[in-house]
């Protein structure tokens, strides 16, 4: 990745100004060679809010619409940046493929397998791809992971786990204060939501779709009470939010089977009281990291007392200096800017240069179907009492073949 | 629990005398109201090595056999502590009961719900009572931590998580030369083969069989790949070993999900490289407790930074001394001993005195039976593609009625 933006200028429609939409266009118009000549959001006033930074940002107005149709059908714009509802990523991004523009996704679940299928072939009907934002693929630790797993740290990757664990329930009951789509998700649904942050960066590491795929998965919820009794207490204004029916468990750990016999566990964990963790776990042959605790343990390296049985585990730091990526290596050189510790000015940075350069997106039409059927494949799990499902294959077999050995910008070392 | 050995001689059978059986003979050697008079093992040098042990501590000979019918079924025992291999708990616990012989079991899984079933009915027609002797259930961290749950420091239980996490592959990979079962089980089965020593704990937070039961699960091994590679490179002396197929998983998750709507997470982990760990994880909707980096977060009592939206959680030293349960500041006083951080001591003296008293012990048929027969149901589950499985009311709804609201001893507060 070239971070210094000095490119082709990319012309961009910016949909859904919401906090995350607003924040992500202020980094994008931090580049040089990134231009914002449309803006919407079914909110006029958020509109007018993004339209009001690009005009201070560039001094000129771009076109302002609460039709996406409008804003992104337009022969000034180049592609699309859909950060708008999880519901609505998909359609958009259909639209966009089919009219041309390369539409880059922000995180989100699907809500049936069908709607994956949809985006699939949109992209291979046009030949336009698709990018999903997945700003953890770029973090710091991740990469860094990434870079020991290739290089056999933990011998054979046997198990990896992640968690979206992070507590919401503030965010969530005042979500209709906030227009805020997860309140609605979470009181109608029951499954993983959001599986993207961590199962990204796990899929990196075990080559899904690239010589790898996920085969199968199982959920089981608990209970929802956690943002029930916080809608309770906290909501009194509103009886109906106050009283109301929460579907979303609490804790809802989904187990995945890979085709060559890895498995991965997610944990969607926001309506009880608890710190901020993504839960990463790798486990390997050879050794095993743990981010909570920021624990490894490398057979021949981790120190180990003979007279104790019981092992323990040392500190991660050093080895995070040892097995920096190059690509942070660099950016660290070149400084690290924009929200969420960076990672975000990296993941707008792969899809901008993918446009400017006319390449394949390093997160692919394939990891976007595959990751956000998890969603709904994992409704209908719980649905049907953990009942496990089988994960399609979107990539028809070509996970087997051409795609084994593609190369991958920015993942690969 | 009256920690001084001070009641009425109790005699036992000895059956089992491995490394785990000596020394846990030897801990009950030490208490003056218990004698030993049988000792029994299928290996002869074994049981002349319990028969030495007791002649040393008790200036007698024990009766010494190979089968365990003799050894039980004498006018000199009362009770019978049974450690010997897993398969073989169940078949020598109903002999015990069917001679009017109180069993204590060591801990392990069931091969088949079957033969849970037997084991309570057996239980109920000749009314003996059986003890699993489940230590960690009298560890002092589960035992701070049963108190802090029955004190609502975590609010309503939504989530509970444990694991075996312990690398066994020298103990597994040198089964043969050590004649442990554990190789055997290893290389032919693939489940939660070892679940109780997190699940007995969780199951005394979540009140399993007194008002709450295990309704159903699910469980997905990873592939085998530890131990198989272990084998390759340390068993070279024995070429079956060193090529054999491993069935177990390294990493084997099941997921239970329980009457009222909470959830347990077991992992079996015991063949990959990793520190030890009983992964205990409690999640209420007022705070959690996670014992890997001993964190711990309350609502409204951990410090949070308003400015920082990722919460952190404090080490959990200072509750753990708050909290501490009765039996374990009696335990102090009393003095702290025998194996295990002194928790076999208190299950084994808890067993002795349900014996002595005549009374119900406090981990009993039905616990042991439900417990167990998560192992069969895991290896069916695995079996069938992560299929989820309905778990027995081995009590014959007997949960919801008279057993609701039965006192137990050790572990009301």
Known sequence: MNLQACGQKVRLAVLGLGSRGLGQMQTLLEMEDVDVTAVCDVYTDRAEAGAEAVQAARGHRP????????????????????????E???????????????????????ASVEECWQMVRASEETGVPLMMLENCCYGEAELTLLRMVREQVFGTLVHCAGAYAHDLRDEIGNGDINRHYRQRHFLHRNGELYPTHELGPIANYLNINRGNRMVALTSMAS?????????GEHRKDRTDLMNAQVNEGDVVITLIRCANGETIQLTHDCTLPRFYSRGGVIRGTKGMWMEDGHFIFLEGRTPVDPS?????????????????????KAYRDFGVRGNHDGMDYLV????????QNQTEPPIDVYDAASWMSITALSEASIAAGSLPMAIPDFTDGRWITERRSESRADFDL
Request: charged letters at 20%.
């Open 348 to 355: 707008l940075r792969a899809f901008v240069e993918s446009v």
């Open 88 to 110: 609505t990523h998909v359609p958009l991004a259909i639209f966009a493929m089919r009219h041309g523009k390369r539409p880059a996704i922000e995180v989100g679940g699907a």
């Open 63 to 86: 076109f302002v619409t609460s039709h996406y149709e409008e804003a992104i059908d337009r022969s000034d714009v180049d592609a699309a940046i859909i950060m708008t509802s999880w």
């Open 223 to 231: 209970m929802a009470r956690g943002l029930h009794e916080w809608l």
């Open 308 to 328: 104790d049985w019981a092992h323990h585990p040392e500190s991660d730091a050093k080895y995070m200096q040892e097995y920096m990526h190059p690509l942070w």
